[in-house]
């Protein structure tokens, strides 16, 4: 395993890592996380079972490419008004697609959490000849009624950026603590770590403001949706605070043939309590594909 940064094209590097050899399996971050998200004893279970696992920082996070230009202000955000040279999803899957292309690789399964999950559907939509199955977690379509963040998670994310390590990871264990699996242990440990870790490797903020504006600039994306002709699986966790649970909902409703399965207790992390249900779905779903294609 060892982390190496490509030139996906149009001036953007990104970082990745692969783990384990086999059926190439994508994993895509969500808002201002970095590859590491994706805990590489979970990589390395699916490694286990027969993929290689490729995880990477998006644009505007971790060791990527980070866009110089300031952020637009959340209200601005929600009146549409957006600086010169805001990317959206849209780039964001094309820089995916670079990776793929830089790995020489003409499809692959492909996983998002979150954001990640809204970027994954963008390259199932707009790719639909580079992606295999696609795999949608605790995402949405960007509808303005469906998977919207709890009145209290907006609340925890209007706070002020963290300036400092310590900050940084206080912040995470606050948040985490209100959006994660309520029906599964916290591992406040890994929280901490990966919050640590996160900002050794990206301490700006800035970043995910620009993430975050590329969500809102990209609208809803259920119309481009119905394009998606990838086996779908959409999985959503009935106590997420983050992306409430309508949004997964939604996004069956707008891809055809797309199923959901509902992990009772989950909210918006991938709780340790939860990674077998969660691989055997991956899993399972990534089979049932490739025996059909055989």
Not at 110 to 118: A, E, H, K
Not at 133 to 154: D, E, F, K, Q, Y
Not at 217 to 243: C, F
Request: with cysteine.
């Amino acid at each position: 395993m060892t982390e190496r940064t490509v030139d996906v094209g149009r001036g953007i590097s990104l970082a990745y890592e692969e783990i384990g050899t086999g059926e190439p399996l994508v994993a895509v971050a969500g808002l201002g996380q970095q590859l590491h998200s994706y805990p590489t004893a979970f990589c390395e279970a699916l490694a286990e079972r027969g993929y290689r696992v490729i995880r990477f920082d998006n644009r505007d996070a971790g060791l990527s490419t980070h866009l110089s230009y300031r952020p637009a202000s959340f209200g601005a955000m929600l009146l549409g008004r957006f600086p010169e040279g805001q990317y959206d999803l849209s780039d964001m899957a094309l820089d995916t697609v670079g990776l793929l292309d830089v790995l020489e690789l003409p499809d692959v399964h492909i996983v998002g959490v979150s954001m990640g999950g809204m970027i994954a559907q963008t390259v199932a939509a707009e790719y639909p000849g580079r992606v295999r199955t696609l795999t949608s977690i605790m995402s949405n379509t960007g509808a303005r009624r469906v998977g919207r963040p709890a009145l209290s998670t907006w609340r925890l994310m209007a706070g002020k950026p963290a300036r400092t390590r310590e900050e940084a990871v206080a912040g995470a264990l606050r948040m985490f603590r209100h959006i994660g699996s309520h029906g599964f242990p916290l591992d406040e440990e890994f929280v901490a770590e990966l919050a640590g870790t996160g900002w050794d490797r990206d301490p700006s903020p800035a970043g995910t403001a620009r993430q975050l504006s590329a969500i809102f600039r990209s609208g809803n994306r259920t119309a481009r949706l119905a394009s998606v002709t990838a086996p779908t699986l959409v999985i959503h966790g009935d106590r997420d605070r983050m992306v409430n649970p309508t949004g997964g909902a939604a996004t069956v409703r707008a891809i055809r043939g797309a199923r959901l399965e509902t992990i009772k207790g989950m909210g918006h992390d991938l709780p340790k309590g939860a990674w077998p249900r969660l691989l055997d779905l991956i899993d399972s779903h990534a089979r049932r594909s490739s025996d059909a294609r055989s």
